[in-house]
């Protein structure tokens, strides 16, 4: 009896290894299904990553896994293709036809002892899954430097796949100029949490960030400054290939946004003759919004608008132009339409997809059009009355410039403030009566940027609200409870310490 005493003793305290994550409690945004099966893996300078077949994708996932566990782990993993099954002290990618449920981003994803084996349909699914498993390692994995530690992780069984196909984070780079190193961060951060849409607001009242070849004062001169008159910047071409191939690689789809016909003072500037009266405007570096409009009535604006949208769409690889349409107040309405009308026209010319904020409603939408809800239920009635599909932001819950409470000091409060319980309780399906999930395409986190000056703050203001839109747009509503929310990211915090990233310590967890 002693002996069988010992043997229980040993075999619990395996099972309550404290290095080890309990898969219930740290993956954010959380599985369709999680089957913990009580035993272990361990993470060896010998373990393989093992492609199943000749797919470049998947060999480019194999090493993207290989970079992620190697700063900390200090292992060299080997990437290898191989055409037979899983071996022991492998982690196994394979792309399966035989899972029609996973849809195109869903995986499955098996830890047993001897092995971890990932199943996606496609090799994005597999990116995906690849975030769950990254999430299933201490958070000591995300160090930057060698940590000297074995590599446990529990055993399970994980299936899983997104309730929306879009789900998106926007930075705004006009009101504050952020470089592109920055931006590939974002996305970093952002392909964390398995979304899959990064949305860049180009231009605007303080500054127009694009290169376009054919109007090269836009950049030049309009890019020259920003909200409290910094020095601004923006992207050449070449620097925007460089950021839509960084997010390519992480499964995410930029999308660009020009906004128009208000939100354009920039442009203005930069060229007299897209002024009604010709005479060109002066450079902002306010916060006020709804004071700037093209002349909707000159046939230059629209070759000025041909040459951006066809500029963009050269070297833009996804379906969307966004065309912003938000908060012209200087435009009337009887010109705003027929303007709208003619931008989606050119758009898909260009062969591309229209999205507008919810304020194109009011313009006759073509049969792909998309409408971004952020605040007005009744234009996303109206957007889809008129047969699009809609995107929600709904700024009360989330806008990521919202100020978190009264003490928050960065941020703005026109929306209300938003702490993490509010940008997380709610569903999309039942938040605008009249509107239901098929309606909807997913949801979407904008950060403005008029008060976020740099990556710490930009960091606060995301970090932690969008993890749970991020959440929200991935897990069906039904699993989705605040209680458990609350445990998973209270743990996560760590994580992202050790990782540098700054967030809101929220007074509605309790963070160790
Ligand atoms: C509204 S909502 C805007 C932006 C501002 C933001 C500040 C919308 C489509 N436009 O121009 O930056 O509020 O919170």
Redesign the pocket.
Known sequence: TITIFFLVALLTSCKENPKMNLLNEVLLPKPVSVKPTGSSFELTRNTKILIKGDSKKLLENGKYLANLLKPATGFNLEVQTTSKKAISNSIYLVITTQESNYGDEGYSLNITEKHIIIKANTAKGIFRGVQTLRQIFPSEIEAADYQNRKWFIASGEIYDYPQFTYRGAML?VT?HFFKKEDVKKYIDMIAMYKLNVLHLHLS?DQGWRIEIKSWPNLTTYGGSTEVGGGKGGFYTQEDYKEIVKYAQQRYITVIPEIDMPG?TNAALVSYPELNCDGKATKLYTGMK?GFSTLCTNKEITYRFVNDVIRELSEITPGPYIHIGG??SHSTKIEDYIPFINRVQEIVIANKKKVIG?DEIVSAALKPATIVQY??RPKNALKGVSKNAKIILSP?DRT?L??KYDSVTKLG?K??GYVDIDKAYNWNPSTLISGITKKDILGIES?L?T?TVTNMKELELMIFPRIIGHAEIGWTPDSLRVWDDYKIRLQKHAKRLKIMKINFYPSSLIDWD
């Open positions: 705004d009101r605007d939100h919004v938000d908060e904020w952020w605040g700024s806008y410039d919202m703005l026109w929306a904008p403005w008029e």
